[in-house]
């Protein structure tokens, strides 16, 4: 269980366009989602969270008009990187918690991430 | 000061070797912490919850030390297959947000 699946796996873009991603919990709902981005050789950072029916929270530096997130039901959290420009590349991977399972919730399950190239 | 802090190593060992990683938190109100393992362009996964009396799964032993703030992850028997990114993650009180280190490299050579 607690399974979190990313579409698509990997993309790649020119600059000024937008690229949508998806992060899908499979086998549980989740009311709250987490986007997170990593740079080669760094660790993850927090970008927002995401939260089913209401605005997400955004992490401070993180433009919030440049990724859009929307999370319009309990399996489906979506980023939209706006006029993506070669700096943004990088690897964005989601995560949700199973706050059904009592023993688990807590537990964040991540998805097995987006890598984005812009030329 | 980072929130979390690793050493980003790399620790190369020897198979069959002993190896620890410790990582500190600022946050004293930070409630739950974890190990996760980082594979070359992969996600992280969850290796173990990190309790404060201590836990072990096989070969693997992570401790909590609240009162210096860090957190201890031990490898015993190191394998090939060990060889990976540790990433050090603490969720502090009053939210399901998590706060990574950077992770710390691990190779275990043959």
């Known amino acids: 269980g607690a399974v979190v699946s990313q579409h698509p796996s990997w993309v790649i873009c020119k600059s000024g366009t937008s690229v949508k991603i998806e992060c899908r919990s499979l086998d549980f709902q989740a009311t709250t989602m987490f986007w997170y981005r990593q740079f080669p050789k760094q660790s993850l950072m927090l970008m927002a969270t995401?939260?089913?029916?209401?605005?997400?929270?955004?992490e401070q530096g993180v433009e919030k008009d440049k990724f859009l997130i929307n999370h319009a039901s309990l399996t489906l959290s979506t980023l939209t990187v706006t006029s993506a420009h070669p700096e943004d590349s990088s690897f964005y991977i989601c995560s949700a918690n199973n706050l059904s399972h009592l023993d688990s919730q807590e537990t964040q399950y991540f998805g097995p991430g987006t890598r984005l190239l812009v030329l | 000061r980072k929130e979390v802090e690793q050493d980003p190593g790399p620790f190369n060992v020897p198979e069959g070797a002993t190896v620890a990683f410790n990582c500190t938190y600022s946050?004293?109100?930070?409630?739950?912490f974890f190990w996760y393992r980082q594979d070359c362009r992969k996600e992280p996964k969850l290796l173990m919850s990190?309790?404060?009396s201590g836990n072990e799964d096989g070969r693997f032993t992570a401790q909590l030390n609240r009162a210096s703030q860090y957190i201890s992850l031990l490898i015993r028997d190191s394998k090939l297959s060990d060889s990976a990114t540790y990433l050090c993650?603490?969720?502090?009180?009053?939210?399901?947000?998590?706060?990574f280190g950077t992770g710390t490299r691990l190779k275990v050579l043959a």
């Open positions: 993650v603490v969720r502090p009180s009053g939210t399901y947000k998590y706060i």
């Open positions: 990190v309790y404060s």
């Open positions: 995401s939260n089913e029916g209401s605005k997400a929270t955004y």
């Open positions: 946050n004293s109100a930070s409630q739950s």
